[in-house]
């Protein structure tokens, strides 16, 4: 196995199978956000599809105004800029098209079963290896542009200690299962985006997730499990069992009150990241 694992724009080039998505590559070895480069690049005019991709982030951002941690060499920090045509209410839902397309291409590239904790982050053994933050620029015609920015830790092989507890690789999963030295991550790349755009030709059809609520449901981290949904301020608003999304991509929950149908939010999961 090649214990190199150089990530460039001719290797990711040579591997992609998509129609659009990556046809045009902005690769950079060291970026402040790609989600930033992303934005610039799309006030100038830059075209749908077009792929940020760089091998270290120096201002990484997460979602909540947290920041991402990007070293070099180990991850995938990417961001794809669209311009649907669509109401800007329907943004939001690509989030969920997308964490499915990551775990799909993963789990084929890899064969690690992954999981979701909705609405986006993808979860290996009870572990974070995977984070989607989608930003989107819209006036009263609609959506003007939305980058999604996907970060997956790779060949991380250690993460630094505040985030230890939480956040895992492809490769530390990996290696519990088979000796492996290395994960290719521009083969990885391009799996992801042959995914997402077969994924997301499938939702412009109905522009609703009918087309994979059975299997995002199927992988829902917090499906029949107690959650608690935090509002802005972090306060606690619900608490209940989480029963599955529906077709707009909504957090069904299970309250006293009866079923509630959470938009948005940050969820805990009892036994997830340290939720006990
Ligand atoms: C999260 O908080 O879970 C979302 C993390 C998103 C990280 C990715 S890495 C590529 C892109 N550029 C950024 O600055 N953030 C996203």
Redesign the pocket.
């Given at each position: 196995m090649n214990q190199k694992d150089d990530i460039t724009e001719e290797m990711i080039h040579k591997q992609l199978r998509t129609k659009v998505f990556g046809k045009t590559i902005y690769y950079k070895e060291e970026i402040?956000?790609?989600?930033?480069e992303?934005k610039r690049q799309a006030a100038e005019e830059a075209g749908h599809g077009l792929l940020v991709i760089?091998d270290r982030?120096t201002?990484?951002?997460?979602?909540?105004g947290?920041s991402?941690s990007?070293p070099k060499g180990t991850?995938?920090?990417?961001?794809l800029l669209l311009r649907p045509k669509l109401a800007a209410n329907k943004a939001s839902m690509l989030t969920l098209v997308t964490a499915l397309s990551v775990a799909e291409a993963i789990f084929e590239n890899t064969g690690l079963e992954t999981s979701i904790k909705w609405p986006?982050?993808i979860v290996v053994n009870g572990k974070?290896v995977?984070?989607?933050?989608t930003e989107m620029s819209a006036d009263n015609s609609g959506i003007l542009y939305v980058v999604i920015?996907?970060?997956v830790n790779v060949n991380t092989r250690e993460f630094p200690e505040e985030i230890q507890a939480i956040a895992t690789s492809l490769l530390i999963e990996k290696s519990k299962q088979t000796m492996q030295v290395c994960i290719n991550r521009s083969g990885l790349v391009s799996d992801i985006l042959e995914k997402l755009e077969q994924n997301y030709e499938a939702f412009l059809v109905n522009e609703d997730l009918s087309f994979l609520l059975e299997s995002y449901n199927k992988k829902l981290a917090n499906r029949d499990r107690q959650v608690k949904v935090l509002g802005s301020d972090g306060q606690v608003e619900l608490s209940g069992i989480a029963k599955g999304i529906n077709k707009e991509g909504e957090l069904l929950v299970e309250t006293e009150e009866g079923l509630v149908e959470v938009r948005s939010g940050e969820v805990s999961v009892r036994g997830l990241y340290g939720y006990v």
């Open positions: 402040d956000s790609t989600n930033t992303a760089a982030q201002l990484g951002k997460g979602r909540r947290r991402w990007s991850g995938i920090w990417m961001s986006n982050d974070k995977c984070g989607i933050l920015g996907i970060g």
